[in-house]
């Protein structure tokens, strides 16, 4: 398989070196892998899902995402735009938008038309079981709609990789598991690679590869 990202000896620090966020890590991940990262709080997962997003920069240390070196590209909202998915537990949606609307978002910095926009949402809120609530305002959905609202957002670029954090940290079991069969079903069926984020490890166990961190390292 083909490799989508790589990391090479990254160290990330704050409080002017006081806190290894992450030290030393070195990682590589296929195209179309579906991979879970698990480890206590405060051991880097967070930190590390935003590097191979390009939220944050190392200090030292190469990260190469869908075979850009994003150290060196000088448009990262551009990469993100087109490469990530982002889905996070407070799924960051906008309270005065409707639903057709937060869905659309990532659409508005690419020259999309707003016809073929119009498609791609509802196609998406569609999959996601939403269709009847495109024209509703975000604030009447439940937590578990409006997760499934932040997927559909991740997805409408179409990107190759989707980066999830706690994505069913908010949820109920029953609205739990449904947001983590629907990504489980986009991995399966689309191929997209898929990097989550769990305390929870029957969730993790889902993965082809788990990722253990403790102490802004990977041990194993
Ligand atoms: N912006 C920041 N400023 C200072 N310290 C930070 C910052 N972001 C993270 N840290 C510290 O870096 C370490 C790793 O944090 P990170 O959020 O990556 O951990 P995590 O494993 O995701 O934790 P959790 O499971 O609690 O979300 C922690 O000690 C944290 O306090």
């Avoid at 480890?39 to 967070?46: A, L, R, V, Y």
Wanted: hydrophobic letters at 40%.
């Amino acid at each position: 398989m083909d490799e989508i990202i790589s990391m090479n000896d990254v160290t990330k620090s704050y409080e002017k070196g006081n806190i290894k966020a992450l030290n030393g890590v070195n990682i590589r991940i296929d195209e179309g892998d579906f991979v879970s990262i698990v480890g206590p709080s405060g051991s880097g997962k967070s930190t590390l899902l935003n590097m191979i997003g390009a939220l944050d920069k190392p200090d030292r240390g190469h990260v190469k995402v869908a075979g850009q070196n994003l150290l060196e590209n000088e448009n990262l909202s551009k990469f993100r735009a087109e490469k990530i998915g982002f889905i996070f537990q407070l799924h960051n949606l906008i309270p005065t938008l409707s639903v057709r609307e937060n869905v659309e978002i990532p659409m508005y910095s690419q020259k999309i038309d707003s016809k073929e926009m119009k498609k791609r949402s509802f196609e998406l809120l569609d999959y996601m079981g939403l269709k009847n609530r495109a024209n509703d305002n975000i604030t009447k959905l439940s937590g578990g709609e409006r997760q499934r609202v932040a997927i559909a957002r991740a997805l409408v670029n179409k990107p190759s990789i989707i980066l999830a954090d706690e994505p069913t940290g908010s949820l109920d079991s029953e609205n739990g598991i449904k947001v983590l069969n629907i990504l489980k079903k986009l991995h399966d069926d689309e191929n997209v690679t898929l990097i989550m984020i769990t305390h929870d490890q029957q969730i993790a166990k889902m993965a082809n590869h788990i990722i253990k961190m403790k102490d802004g390292k990977i041990i194993s």
